[in-house]
């Protein structure tokens, strides 16, 4: 490799950190509607099989794919919004938006092997418990990453309680209590960090940017 190379490859890595370092992370509307979703879907689902909420358990499907097109639907709108935002193109904002795409299509896949195994087998409602577990522990991976590449630290204690909440649902996998714990768990997990990161948003400018109409 010639001196060059080595140089520009340095510059490169150089600027990819400082982008990381100084641009905010645009995403936490997306966040704070998921937050609400989650929120929302955990303690309806933990009313109807507690008893709680007077509904048939039917309800719940109705429940779930609702929460699949708000969520979808939600997200695609605001996404075209955010990229439109001075430094949606930075690289701490690229990492963001590609590690939660990829969370999703995971949530995404185990969604329909739940519903596929309870249409063709003896699965029951009780399978949604994974959907909490795996998501927690998703939760943690991708804030982790995003953490490392923004170099905000609260993300880091985001990732923690994604962890924890994993650990603590698994513990009560099978037992209807699991989804009070997860709709608590989710707004320290989600709807906080997102609040977090749109203040931090909204009272930062992007350096070397301007506003893109």
């Known amino acids: 490799m010639s001196k060059e190379n ?26 704070l509607m998921w937050g609400v979703l989650l929120t929302s879907i955990f303690f309806y689902q933990w009313g109807i099989l507690s008893g709680t909420i007077g509904l048939p358990e039917s309800t719940l499907a109705l429940a779930w794919i609702a929460f699949g097109v708000i969520g979808g639907l939600g997200s695609a709108v605001m996404g075209r919004k955010i990229n439109k935002k001075a430094g949606s193109n930075s690289a701490a904002n690229r990492v963001e938006s590609y590690v939660w795409t990829m969370f999703s299509g995971m949530l995404a896949t185990l969604f329909v092997g739940i519903i596929i195994n309870m ?41 923690f309680i994604g962890f924890t909440a994993s650990a603590v649902c698994f513990s009560f996998y099978g037992q209807t209590v699991v989804y009070l714990i997860g709709s608590i768990a989710t707004i320290f997990t989600v709807i906080l960090p997102s609040l977090l990161l749109m203040k931090k948003a909204g009272g930062t400018d992007v350096p070397g940017e301007e506003n893109v109409q």
């Open 6 to 31: 080595l140089l520009s490859d340095l510059d490169y890595a150089s600027r990819l950190a400082k982008e990381g370092a100084e641009t905010p992370l645009l995403g936490g509307p997306i966040g």
């Open 119 to 159: 249409v063709f087998a003896d699965g029951t409602y009780k399978l949604f418990d994974l959907v909490m577990i795996v998501g927690f522990a998703g939760q943690g991976l991708a804030y982790g990453v995003v953490a490392k590449m923004s170099k905000i630290r609260m993300l880091h204690f985001a990732s």
